[in-house]
């Protein structure tokens, strides 16, 4: 047995995020001081990109995307918290009328920018295109009402978690919106994709950058609860 097996593409497998690399579905960037992830899927057929959860300060992905020819055609939110939307109003001062998806219920927190004809309410298993990757919306709330993660396959299968799976954990859930017992649920929801799925959280936690199902449903916690009361006793 080869005991230097590693689920994951090279470079997801490091323990800091690799950013754009050429012919790779999606880049993984690390911004801001909460150590949240921001994500670029791309597609390398059409030259067309989305962004996931964008953070301030997005010259970086910005000048990458430009560098490579790639046009901006989405802004995909997982869920409204502030550190997950900071770019949203930068990248519609430089995008105007880029379309921006988002849960209804998780709206509220962005009312100040709602007026825009921009957003776009998606629900559960909604389906979006990126250039030819097709995009299906996740409702897993538990950390947030509207959470919502998107899953897509180029060659893998990628699922963009939000705050709702982190590596060997889950989101809070004591913050307004959260419910333990929707947690419990999504999880459950996720434990039935295909094992190799691969995970990429909205923050850098671990000292990993990215994880898959077949793993956490052997080392995350969160993943071995039977019942939400086991969730709950959770430290």
């Known amino acids: 047995m080869n005991t230097n097996y ?10 800091d995020p690799q950013g754009l690399i050429i012919g790779e579905p999606v880049a993984q960037f690390e911004i801001g001081d909460y150590k949240n992830f921001v994500y670029l899927i791309l597609d390398w057929v059409t030259h067309e ?7 301030f300060n997005l010259s970086i992905p910005l000048r990458l995307l430009q560098d490579h020819g790639f046009k901006l055609s989405a802004i995909l ?12 109003p930068e990248l519609i001062r430089k995008f105007p009328l880029i379309p921006i998806y988002l849960h209804k219920d998780d709206s ?15 629900k559960d298993q909604d389906q979006l295109k ?9 409702h897993t709330p538990g950390h947030s009402a509207g959470e919502i993660s998107y899953l897509f396959t180029s060659s893998r299968s990628y699922l963009l978690t939000g705050d709702t799976i982190f590596i060997r954990d889950c989101g809070r859930t ?8 929707e947690m419990f649920s999504s999880i459950q929801k996720i434990k039935e994709l295909p094992i190799e799925t691969i995970f990429l959280p909205g923050h850098h936690y671990a000292l990993e950058c990215a994880t ?4 956490e449903l052997n080392e995350s916690p969160p993943f071995r609860c ?7 006793a959770l430290p």
């Not at 990109?49 to 953070?55: G, K, M, N, S, T």
């Not at 898959?212 to 793993?215: H, K, P, R, Y």
């Open 212 to 215: 898959t199902l077949e793993i």
């Open 174 to 181: 004591d913050f307004p919106t959260g419910s333990n017992e």
């Open 6 to 15: 590693n689920p994951l593409p090279i470079h997801l497998a490091q323990h």
């Open 49 to 55: 990109a989305a962004i996931v959860d964008p953070q």
């Open 108 to 122: 509220f927190r962005l009312e100040n920018l709602l007026g825009s004809e921009c957003f776009h309410f998606i």
């Open 130 to 138: 990126i250039g030819n990757i097709v995009v299906t919306a996740f």
């Open 226 to 232: 039977k019942n939400v009361e086991e969730l709950k």
């Open 77 to 88: 939110l997982t869920h409204s918290h502030h550190d997950h939307v900071a770019g949203v």
